[in-house]
């Protein structure tokens, strides 16, 4: 029985003597079981947020693509001689100045061959920008490897003027008889 009270003595002493030791392995497993609670109440939030963000950014990325093709320069938009905006590059960098949407006013130039080509048509469409930005802010002008698709205003001119000159006179069909005689 001396032995008994000894040994329980000696536990009782030795667990006073360190009580952090008992704690830390209690304190652990309430957290770990804490953790693991919430975890399971909020499953599924955590989780939602990447998932729409990954569903959005590939209709983000269309839309920015959109946007850059429709604000993107050819090599039409330029006149060679003069390295200058034609008429209808100046037109296209207007309304991408004035009438889009303000997150997306950038002027997109085609890249040339010739290096030194691609900078002076940056040049001119970023002074052409400048003077017609009406929120005064630095104008976004950039080249990009997209190809113009377009063509210069005057070759369309002519096929629509030798359309509508091949086209036959509208003339009505001749009377057929039969409908107004007595």
């Keep these: 029985m001396r032995r008994l009270i000894l040994a329980t003595c000696a536990v009782a002493f030795a667990a006073s003597a360190t009580p952090y030791a008992g704690a830390v ?6 957290r770990y079981i804490r953790r693991g609670y919430h975890r399971n109440v909020d499953w599924p939030y ?25 604000n993107l320069l050819g090599e039409h938009h330029f ?10 590059g100046e037109l296209k960098v207007h309304w991408a100045m004035t009438q889009a949407p303000p997150a997306h006013r950038s002027v997109f130039v085609e890249r040339a ?3 030194n080509v691609t900078a002076s048509r940056i040049a001119a469409a970023r002074e052409y920008a400048s003077r017609v930005v009406i929120d005064g802010q630095t104008p ?20 629509n003027m030798r359309f509508s000159e091949s ?13 107004g005689k007595d």
């Design 25 to 30: 392995g209690f304190e652990s497993t309430a």
């Design 46 to 70: 955590p989780y939602i947020c990447p998932d729409r963000i990954a569903v959005r950014e590939p209709f983000d990325i269309m839309v920015n693509n959109g946007w850059r093709r429709h």
């Design 79 to 88: 006149d060679e001689a003069a390295d200058k905006l034609t008429t209808a």
């Design 113 to 115: 061959p010739d290096p």
């Design 140 to 159: 976004n002008v950039a080249e990009t490897h997209l190809v113009s698709e377009g063509r210069p205003a005057s070759i369309v001119d002519s096929i």
């Design 167 to 179: 086209q036959p006179p509208p003339v009505l069909p001749a009377s057929a008889g039969g409908f």
